[in-house]
């Protein structure tokens, strides 16, 4: 077929790659107002997280969390999505490229079609299925998944028709002539400014090398094949079955590391980074299946070095009937007459064992994307080693060529929370050097005007969402849409088989024209996630947001009484019929717009700080940067070099350098934050800083705080100098200390004062820092003797290739057990002090004592001194572990609950300074999206004050933590009244007035009351 001629169109930005980073970065772009080209390979949107089954350390729904977004990003005015389309060339420089693409034909017209899939249940062909990794087979034409944007189907090659043109029954089919065959490649030449990349990975696979039986076996299956296995839209519905006789197996191996880890030919030499903890997600998963499952993982190090992974971990091993074996396994033989497959492996009690399983897992690796040495040339992009964007780690998200930035897993294996603050950084990147076409390609988005419903009579829709089979193989959804139909004032009710996908939400939006609605009703999953989703859609079909509730039948219902069917149906009934009695009495809010400070502030002058201050002043916002110290650089002051050999203190040097020639960076030294008041957009915050007070007022904050190392009161150290920190190591390291250079032996003890009941997470960092500094030290004297003894090793990525060169160089890893730890001592032997540190080795089954000339001790990474005292100046959560807490560690890892606040930095959780200088791109990225506003709206869900029945007893005064009440002197005397732009809703005044003359809108008492009513309709309303 012929191409057709170029179709040209003009933009800001052009994203390449539709998965969760692509679609942040575009989102970003967009609402900074930037026209943006989204270009995905794929016939939908969603990359490889539309196919995980829920995220870790969560188990939130990966699609529920992330469907929004697609809705998000499909209705942005400032979005075109290209679908099934790929770069073929590109030309020009930073600020004028021409990108042409072409878009393979789907042979169906987007325009024209409504989704009915009518065409896929009559097509006679069937094909494996690639949403589902091939294990069940769909129709040659299919949506790609349900929630699929744009929710059109496509016609795969192995059509009929396509083949040998026999086949015609879909056009037959099709009553709006959506289908076309006629449909050729089509070029588009897009001229942008700047390119994100954001291309992702695939899994590796382990058919290549044949060395664990995929393929052959069938029992043997990926973990991303797992994934649909246990995912409601799955080949099986959710349910767990073999391949051989569709039974559910009750004995499942993991294998760790399938793919990663090995340096023979075929395999990849790095640590992919997120296999550890997405088989921990797999095995709890498995036992919300089936209590009686038998799941073991086999590996080598645990590498769960995350925010929360400790406590993840820590869950999946305390569930009965879960074992983690330390040890390499190989794949036995299948066993004919059950198809059962044997493994073989060894511990050091009863060496070598063979035991059979019923499924064996392979947790497979992380590669780079197809044809990611084909866009590179394209692109004109540098790769490294193992074929990732490479990038410089003093600014990760920077390709080789300028104005061509990368986000996502496309650097290297992450985890979601990395990839989604990579597509800020990028965002903050692209606007730097395009800052000045803001806005001129932009275009707000329209709603209809909004219906008065004043006088009607409440008519409520009501819509139940099966959620695939997380919803509907629990509750009975067909009757709950029934029982909905005899509820009072309910004049519509129906099924959806997910509510939040593009097409119902268009259901919702038509039936609320057509027959009039005036309030809704969805029965489905979290509001915390998709009551922005829903509101919209109101506001589409024309009447106001907030005559919307949701009933979580999900969570509340389906989720919590999976083996209580009929049950978990009657308590979704009840739900519904309390959202009913609510909902009855919502009333129209109006929310309201208030103006933008285009002025930010940073909290903390170390590295993330620096960063994200710069960036919002390249581009073009004023930034006060406040620093508690006399000098700007944080704890990279005593830091000299990364692993990958960057010069610490020379970057450290430059961006002190550009800060303080920036004219739109101002900084404070000596800082001391005293006061913070106002909200998203019009903050005022006092400081004392070298002796004086000022008042800075801005609409944005990034909380950059940094943390600090931990004090170590075990091992001797502060009793004997030569017990140190890996910090004042390098220190010595740098400076050439004489007695150092001199050393014959050194011991590292990793996870001091962390991975413990005091401070149950894990560091992140030392490990690496550990390795950096052994092989540091053994280049200086290739003859000093180092022993590192560890937990697990958690050089987690590309460190990986560092911590096998360390071993090759004759350093020795020894393994140590929490119940029996290291033991230092100073000892007197011929004649002087020495070091003894005591060990038992797990290989040998023998106590080891190493005699050092130094013990360097990998201290914990703490929250910094002044966190609490912070968190409650910006009114901010912290987590478990002392950090701040983010808003949501997946969708949100930048953003604090607190709009209008972000974080960055190591006052977020422990990180390496690419790391760091990553997320600060991101905080900035994300607070520019803020300060790219003119206005912000304020919700209209806020407290409201009945003068007459106010007593003035300051008793809602004394509640609310965010200052949004205040007394006035009014005729009546002084009487309390709410600050709207302050108040966040959370109804604690409304509590504790004990005259009821305060009210929180949509959540007043007569809503409530009726709402109990409902609960317990067999009792008369007084006696509620």
Request: a negative charge.
């Amino acid at each position: 077929m012929e191409n057709k001629p170029f179709e040209k169109k003009i933009g800001d930005v052009l994203v390449v790659g539709g998965g969760i980073s692509g679609i942040q970065a575009s989102l970003d772009l967009a609402t900074a107002g930037f026209k943006v080209y989204l270009v995905e390979k794929s016939p939908t949107i969603g990359g490889k997280m539309a196919q995980l089954d829920k995220t870790f350390p969560t188990n939130d729904c990966s699609m529920c969390i992330e469907s929004p977004k697609f809705l998000e990003c499909s209705r942005h005015p400032n979005i075109e999505i290209l679908t099934m389309t790929e770069v073929a060339s590109v030309q020009g420089q930073a600020g004028d490229f021409t990108v042409t693409v072409e878009k393979r034909p789907r042979y169906v017209d987007e325009d024209k079609c409504t989704g009915c899939t009518s065409c896929a249940e009559y097509c006679p062909v069937t094909i494996p299925d690639p949403f589902n990794q091939n294990i069940s087979r769909n129709k040659a034409v299919h949506m790609y998944f349900a929630q699929a944007i744009p929710l059109t189907p496509y016609i795969d090659e192995k059509c009929i028709f396509l083949e040998d043109e026999k086949c015609t029954i879909c056009l037959g089919i099709c009553k709006n002539d959506a289908l076309d065959f006629n449909q050729t490649p089509q070029q588009i030449s897009l001229h942008v400014g700047a390119v994100v990349l954001s291309l992702g990975m695939d899994t590796f696979d382990p058919a290549i090398k044949n060395d664990y039986g995929y393929g052959i076996m069938e029992n043997v299956v990926t973990s991303l094949d797992y994934e649909r296995l246990l995912c409601a839209t799955g080949p099986y519905d959710g349910e767990i079955l073999r391949a051989s006789d569709k039974k559910h197996p009750r004995r499942i191996a993991w294998i760790h590391c399938v793919g990663s880890r090995r340096v023979t030919q075929g395999h990849n030499s790095y640590c992919s980074a997120v296999c550890c903890t997405y088989t921990q997600k797999q095995v709890i998963l498995t036992k919300d299946h089936d209590e009686g499952a038998e799941c073991t993982i086999f590996h080598n190090d645990i590498r769960s070095y995350s925010k929360g992974f400790e406590r993840f971990y820590q869950r999946a091993e305390s569930l009965p009937g879960i074992r983690f074996i330390r040890s390499y396994v190989s794949v036995g033989r299948e066993i004919p007459e059950t198809k059962n497959i044997t493994l073989r492996y060894s511990t050091p009690d009863a060496g070598v064992i063979e035991e059979e399983f019923d499924m064996v897992v392979l947790s497979v690796g992380l590669v780079p994307p197809a044809g990611y040495q084909q866009l590179a040339e394209k692109f004109g992009i540098d790769l490294n080693a193992h074929g990732f964007c490479s990038t410089r780690p003093e600014n990760p998200v920077e390709t080789s060529r300028k104005g061509v930035f990368v986000a996502g897993a496309f650097q290297g294996p992450m985890d979601i929370p990395e990839s989604v603050f990579s597509a800020s950084g990028a965002c903050a990147r692209c606007s730097e050097i395009l800052s000045f076409r803001k806005g001129r390609l932009s275009r707000k988005r329209i709603y209809p005007k909004e219906r008065d419903i004043s006088g009607e009579t409440p008519k409520i829709g009501v819509f139940v969402c099966h959620c695939g089979a997380n919803i509907g193989r629990i509750v009975d959804v067909p009757s709950v849409v029934d029982y909905a139909l005899t509820l009072p004032h309910v004049v519509h009710a129906q099924e959806q088989l997910f509510s939040c996908a593009t097409n119902s939400a268009q259901q919702i939006t038509d039936t609320i024209r057509e027959k009039g609605l005036n309030r809704v009703i969805v029965a489905a999953c979290t509001p915390r996630t998709h009551e922005p989703v829903f509101r919209d859609t109101l506001r589409e079909g024309g009447i106001n947001q907030y005559l919307y509730d949701m009933a979580n039948i999900r969570e509340h219902c389906s989720w919590v009484h999976s083996r209580e069917k009929e049950d978990a149906t009657q308590k979704a009934k009840d739900l519904v019929r309390m959202s009913v009695g609510r909902t009855k009495n919502l009333e129209p809010l109006q929310e309201f717009d208030l103006p933008v400070n285009k002025t930010a502030m940073v909290v903390g002058g170390g590295v993330a700080g620096m960063t994200s201050a710069l960036s919002l002043a390249r581009q073009g916002f004023s930034v006060h940067l406040l620093e508690k110290e006399n000098d700007l650089g944080g704890m990279a002051r005593r830091i000299h070099t990364t692993l990958d050999g960057m010069d610490v203190q020379a970057f450290v040097k430059t961006l002190i350098r550009d800060v303080y020639q920036h004219p739109l960076v101002h900084v404070s030294h000596e800082a001391v934050i005293t006061d913070v008041s106002g909200y998203v957009g019009n903050f005022t915050t006092t400081v004392v800083t070298e002796g004086r007070t000022k008042t800075i007022q801005h609409g944005a904050a990034i909380i950059a705080t940094g943390a600090a190392e931990y004090e170590p009161d075990e091992y001797l150290y502060g009793k004997n100098d030569s017990v140190m920190t890996q910090l004042a190591l390098e220190e010595k390291l740098s400076s050439r200390d004489l007695q150092l250079m001199d050393a014959q032996s050194l011991v590292m003890i990793q996870c001091v004062g962390c991975r413990n009941e005091e401070r149950n997470y894990c560091s992140r960092v030392c490990c690496t820092h550990a390795v950096k500094n052994a092989l540091a030290l053994t280049k200086i004297n290739p003859e000093i003797r180092i022993h590192i003894l560890f937990r697990d090793m958690r050089t987690y990525g590309f460190n990986e290739d560092y911590y096998r060169t360390a071993s090759e160089k004759g350093v020795k890893f020894i393994r140590y057990d929490v119940t029996d730890q290291p033991i230092v001592e100073k000892v007197r032997e011929n004649g002087g002090d020495i070091l003894r540190v005591t060990v038992p080795d797990q290989i040998l089954g023998k106590r080891l004592e190493l005699d050092a000339d130094f013990v360097v001790l990998s201290a914990a990474v703490v929250p910094a001194p002044d966190t609490h005292n912070i968190a409650g100046l910006f009114k901010v959560a912290l987590s478990p572990e002392g950090f701040f807490q983010e808003a949501h560690v997946k969708l949100r890892p930048v953003d604090f609950a607190a709009e209008g606040v972000f974080l960055c930095g190591t006052a977020h959780y422990p990180k390496h300074i690419s790391e760091a200088v990553t997320q600060a791109s991101g905080a900035a990225g994300r607070a520019a999206v803020l300060l790219s506003q003119d206005t912000v709206t304020a919700s209209g869900s806020v407290c409201e004050v009945d003068e007459d029945l106010c007593v003035s007893c300051g008793a809602c005064i004394t509640a609310c933590t965010y200052g949004a009440i205040e007394f006035y002197e009014t005729k009546k005397g002084k009487k309390a009244r709410v600050i709207p732009v302050l108040c966040k809703g959370d109804g604690l005044c409304n509590a504790k007035c004990p005259t009821e003359a305060i009210q929180l809108k949509h959540y007043t008492d007569e809503e409530i009351l009726y709402q109990l009513d409902a609960a317990f309709p067999e009792l008369e309303p007084a006696d509620c």
